[in-house]
């Protein structure tokens, strides 16, 4: 690709507007936006604080940027309050406290007085209390637009108004865009509205505008149009915000509305305008390259709040390889195609007949049907513990990488040694060129040069396909589809297994009664045991045999207890590409004397002597739900990433991000859960 290569962004809205500023600041100026501008009726609400980090981080950008632009306002402060009417959403305000404490947005926990005193038009007799924060408001997305498009045309952008009608490809790689009136050559398409594939679905809202309103004449002008913080109540799904003297409303019950704001029963509904905003699965945004063509990549479910967020870390992502924040949530190729912007389960292992006979109780995963339990997690854990019982490991991806070029192929890519004898597994780390975590890999070499490769999500693997070498000496398939595999742990493994080695991190492929298997000796939950692999078609076999030789069942929740209480972490939860290996702790996983890998040069001179920050472990006073914010000696210092119930160790824990200073065993902690202080120590 050439160094300032020919950008065709498909959308001229927010998010295209967005993207062109943050290319053309960071040096990429031959830049074409092409397609119509912003929609008109945008309400416009800005709440910055979500439970998921990264987007807290994108509308914490957004609503500082455009709050900075020229022109007219294009993002109003005025605040935001979120209600509550019941325990039970007062319970989810305070939990959203905590979630503003740990990503550093200031709010503060109202009264039903204080709310009202805050915005006037409430009726503080209906609520319970609120969740103030005062940095959220308002943008104003054509406004926005304009702005950042005025900037990027400064620096040499082009803009029009004809849509892309199809895109140019040759040799597995985008080469331009044909509108009505011609082709345009590019080496990147970026597609931030309705075209190309995959188009998340759209959820229609209605959202109207009243009649003026007595209460609110005098308070506004055309310019300010709003003062008063924007209302919000998950409970009825009731949003509101000023404009100028009227109130612009979306209520999914008009009565409920009503009874919050008594102004609206006087008040009639003169325009009504049906919006159409992004969803998917997760309700996360949908960044990154296609698979299947490069240079074509997705910016799509992106809400205007995020917009300008989401804009600068593909920007970054496209102009120097790879983004700074955390994007593992949003990455397009976190959906297995089958399972595509589907939160249902769409794939069953061989055994899911018997687990159902066994009263299993399924959740998803990976687009994956997998046991959450049977009868009791508790008992789960504790056979695992005592005796030994298998987990369906199923829904973890795997890999088959072959031919001459797998092991360099692999050294380059990951942090451990794997030049070692086939029939040997290796624990590894994936890195970004920063020295960020990308993701934990277990390699098993089988022959000189076939691996089987196993990792913690489909994100891994897309790494690892973008980096494939062009001579055609490596081969990467995805095993998953066609094979199964269970997790068999507990100190009464071996006895029960006899047929199989007990050296650590061996890889063999043997037989385990009449089914052939490939064995690796390794763990997660802290006993002995192994990963057992086959064939789909054989999958029922190895279940039988298991379960014939004593062998226990368990879920994932007993899984992910006893994965707490061995202290496992696991890459995008407990730790994301914002971290380094000797700051969550993997440090003995990287080998930086066997030679260059991906990261390697930025991890010289670190080591866990110079981390500022550890990812440790806690004991709490009660079971946590996670991202909750840590205080030591009353001030908020870090972040819970995930937490549980140890079964078998009678003790609530915790795995958290804390300066290092902090970290020392014995800490005294307080965790804030649902507004109270629960005390708790590091590990």
Not at 295 to 317: D, I, P, Y
Not at 651 to 661: F, K, S, T, Y
Request: one cysteine or more; a negative charge; aromatic letters at 6%.
């Amino acid at each position: 690709m050439a160094a300032r290569p020919r950008v065709v962004v498909a959308g001229g809205g927010l998010l295209g507007c967005a993207l062109a500023d943050e290319l053309t600041e960071r040096g990429w100026t031959d830049v074409t936006v092409l397609g119509s501008g912003e929609a008109a009726g945008h309400p416009g609400l800005v709440f910055r604080t979500d439970a998921d980090r990264t987007l807290t981080e994108f509308a914490k950008y957004t609503a500082a940027k455009y709050g900075g632009l020229d022109g007219p306002w294009c993002f109003n402060p005025v605040g935001s309050l979120d209600l509550a009417t019941t325990p039970e959403r007062l319970a989810d305000l305070e939990r959203r406290h905590g979630w503003a404490t740990s990503w550093g947005v200031r709010g503060f926990l109202r009264t039903p007085r204080e709310c009202a005193d805050l915005h006037p038009l409430l009726d503080e007799t209906r609520l319970l209390g609120g969740f103030h924060v005062p940095g959220d408001g308002l943008l104003h997305a054509r406004r926005a637009a304009e702005a950042q498009a005025r900037r990027a045309k400064a620096r040499g952008a082009r803009f029009s108004a004809e849509e892309v009608v199809a895109v140019e490809r040759a040799g597995g790689r985008v080469t331009g865009v044909v509108t009505a009136s011609g082709r345009l050559r590019a080496d990147v398409v970026v597609s931030c509205d309705g075209f190309g594939e995959p188009e998340p679905p759209r959820l229609p809202h209605r959202y109207a505008r009243t009649s003026p309103l007595p209460e609110l004449a005098g308070r506004n002008d055309e310019h300010v149009q709003a003062g008063l913080p924007v209302l919000r109540d998950l409970g009825t799904g009731l949003y509101a915000r000023e404009h100028v003297d009227r109130l612009g409303i979306g209520a999914a019950d008009r009565d409920a509305a009503a009874e919050l704001l008594p102004a609206l029963r006087a008040a009639a509904l003169e325009s009504t305008t049906t919006i159409l905003l992004p969803g998917t699965p997760d309700g996360m945004p949908v960044l990154g390259e296609q698979p299947d063509l490069d240079g074509f990549w997705v910016a799509k479910a992106v809400r205007a709040e995020h917009s300008a967020g989401a804009a600068r870390e593909l920007a970054r992502w496209l102009v120097d390889g790879q983004p700074s924040l955390a994007l593992h949530g949003c990455d397009l190729a976190r959906f297995a195609l089958p399972a595509r912007f589907t939160a249902e389960p769409v794939r069953t292992s061989p055994f899911h007949e018997r687990q159902i006979a066994l009263g299993a109780h399924f959740g998803p995963a990976e687009g994956w049907a997998r046991p959450e339990r049977y009868a009791d997690a508790e008992a789960e854990a504790l056979a695992t513990r005592e005796r030994a019982a298998m987990f369906d490991l199923t829904p973890v991806p795997r890999l088959a990488v072959t031919g001459p070029g797998a092991l360099p192929f692999l050294q380059a890519m990951t942090t451990g040694d794997l030049a070692k004898a086939p029939g040997t597994a290796t624990e590894t780390l994936l890195l970004g060129e920063d020295g960020g975590v990308r993701g934990c890999l277990t390699v098993a070499r089988l022959g000189e040069g076939r691996f089987h490769v196993g990792a913690g999500g489909r994100l891994d693997f897309a790494w690892l396909r973008r980096h494939l070498p062009g001579d055609g000496t490596v081969q990467i398939h995805e095993t998953t589809p066609g094979t199964c595999c269970v997790g068999v742990w507990g100190p009464s493994s071996g006895d029960l297994l006899p047929e199989l080695s007990t050296t650590d991190f061996s890889a063999e492929e043997t037989h385990l009664g009449e089914v052939p298997v490939v064995a690796l000796r390794l763990s997660t939950v802290g006993e002995p045991g192994w990963e057992l692999h086959t064939t789909a078609d054989l999958g029922r076999a190895l279940w039988d045999t298991l379960r014939e030789r004593g062998v226990a069942v368990a879920g994932h929740q007993a899984f992910t207890s006893l994965r707490l209480e061995a202290g496992t972490r696991t890459p995008g939860v407990d730790f994301t590409t914002e971290h380094d290996p000797y700051e969550t702790g993997l440090g003995a996983l990287v080998r930086p004397d066997k030679g260059y890998f991906a990261g390697r040069d930025a991890l010289l001179g670190r080591s866990e002597a110079t981390a500022k920050q550890r990812l440790i472990r806690l004991t709490t006073g009660k079971v946590l739900l996670g991202k909750e914010p840590v205080y030591v000696d009353g001030r908020a210092a870090g972040y819970v990433t995930s937490a549980g119930y140890g079964y078998t160790v009678g003790q609530a824990l915790a795995n958290a991000w804390l300066p290092v200073e902090y970290s020392r065993p014995g800490t005294p902690v307080e965790v804030e859960y649902f507004g109270e202080r629960v005390p708790g120590s590091v590990a």
